[in-house]
C-alpha cells in the first residue's frame, strides 16, 4: 500500500473556480510531518507548506488552504479561484520520525490544469 | 541565484556509455537528497547524504548507480553502463538538518537523462 495516496491523477478546471487537490496517508507513526511541493510546467518543485501531526490547525495563504485531519488520515488542498498560473503537478509528501533521517515519501502527484 | 544547482540541464547519451550528474546544493545545506522522476510519475527516492556520508542508499535500483559527496557540499550521482529505462529527470534537494524537525527540501531544475 502506498504511504501517500494522491488518488486524483489530474484535475481540469476553469479560471476562478475552486479546486481541492486530496492526500491521504499511513503511518505509524505519532510524529510525523506532511508537505505539499508544486512542480510548475518549468520543473522546479517549489515548497508550499509543512505541518507537523501535533498542529491540526488548518492554514490558509491567500488563496491557498490546507485542511489537515487526522482522523481520517488526509492533509487537502485547496485553491480559491483558481487562476491559469496555478496550472502544475502538485505533491504531497510524508516524513516520518522513524525513518530517522526525514526522508519524505512522495505521492504520485496530482497535475492540474487551469484553463482560462 | 542562491538556489540549487544542477548540471547537466540535459543529457543525451548512448545505452551502455556512463554518466555523470552533479548537484550544487545550497550553502549550509547538510542534507542532500537525489531522486528519480519518470513520466507521470512520482518521485522515486534514489539515495540521501549527511554531510559526505550516506545513511540511506536504500533507492538506489542497482548497482551501476553510485553517489558521492565531497566537502559536505557538491554530489556527483554516477550511472554507469547506462540503459534505456535510466531515461528519467533526475532530481537533487537539499535541506537543513534541525534536531528533531523535517525539514522543507529546495529542488534544483534537475537533469533530464535521454538514453537512446
Known amino acids: 500500500a502506498q504511504k501517500v495516496t494522491q488518488a486524483q491523477t489530474e484535475i481540469s478546471v476553469v479560471e476562478k473556480e475552486d479546486v481541492t487537490l486530496d492526500c491521504v496517508y499511513e503511518t505509524r507513526d505519532t510524529t510525523y510531518y506532511l508537505f505539499w511541493y508544486k512542480q510548475p510546467p518549468s520543473g522546479e518543485l517549489v515548497f508550499l507548506i509543512r505541518r507537523n501531526s501535533f498542529d491540526e490547525q488548518n492554514e490558509i495563504s491567500g488563496r491557498y488552504s490546507w485542511n489537515f485531519q487526522k482522523s481520517t488520515s488526509s492533509f487537502n488542498f485547496t485553491i480559491t479561484a483558481s487562476q491559469v498560473v496555478d496550472s502544475a503537478v502538485y505533491f504531497c509528501?510524508?516524513?516520518?520520525?522513524?525513518?530517522?533521517?526525514?526522508?519524505?515519501?512522495f505521492g504520485r502527484g496530482t497535475s492540474l490544469i487551469v484553463h482560462p | 541565484g542562491a538556489g540549487v544547482s544542477q548540471s547537466p540541464s540535459n543529457k543525451v547519451t548512448e545505452k551502455g556509455k556512463d554518466v555523470e550528474l552533479r548537484c550544487d546544493p545550497i550553502s549550509g545545506h547538510t542534507a542532500l537528497y537525489w531522486y528519480r522522476q519518470s513520466l507521470g510519475q512520482g518521485l522515486e527516492f534514489l539515495i540521501y547524504f549527511q554531510g559526505n556520508s550516506a545513511p540511506d542508499k536504500s533507492g538506489l535500483p542497482s548497482d551501476r548507480f553510485s553517489a558521492e559527496r565531497t566537502g559536505g557540499s557538491v554530489s556527483t550521482l554516477t550511472i554507469q553502463r547506462t540503459q534505456q529505462e535510466d531515461s528519467a529527470v533526475y532530481l537533487c534537494?537539499?535541506?537543513?538538518?534541525?534536531?528533531?524537525?523535517?525539514?522543507?527540501?529546495?529542488f534544483g531544475d534537475g537533469t533530464r537523462l535521454s538514453i537512446l
Open positions: 509528501a510524508l516524513s516520518e520520525t522513524l525513518r530517522g533521517s526525514y526522508i519524505p515519501t
Open positions: 534537494a537539499s535541506s537543513l538538518v534541525t534536531g528533531g524537525r523535517a525539514q522543507p527540501q529546495h
